[in-house]
């Protein structure tokens, strides 16, 4: 047996291949003692050219770094568009009920990662009610040739 992570409890791993490296992108899973649930607040960045040995690098986006989320963190996509790393968040949004996606920027794939737009791209005010207050989790990005496609929950937005 060969962990990747033998350092952290993580959740929800995403991968993006740029050039020669593998960037692995994660939720960091800590609850205290006796919490027998998830809490994240912040995700993790390792990188491997072999996949054998990983490079865990600086903490590079916390849930908090969006100055209009709660705090909590779920799940994320990373992808590289013109030579730009997109982030793309699942967060508790703190003034919209619901769950919200947002989505950081950077230069290189292990950051420092920033808020692109200054809010959520996607919140619950924004989609159809389905009585699911987990509704926006869990994005991913499909890009082709005209368009980036995300989708989350149960909809798909074209960016």
Known sequence: MNPIIQTHFTADPTVLVYGDTAWLYTGHDEPPDGVDDYVMKDWLCF???DLQSWQEHPLRLKATDFKWASGDAYASRVIERNNK?????AVSHASIPGK???VAISDHPAGPFTDAIGRALISGDMVPSTGNEKANLDPTVITDTTARHILCGAIKTVL
């Open 47 to 49: 990188s491997s050219r």
């Open 85 to 89: 790393f997109y982030w793309y968040v």
């Open 100 to 102: 919200a996606i947002g």
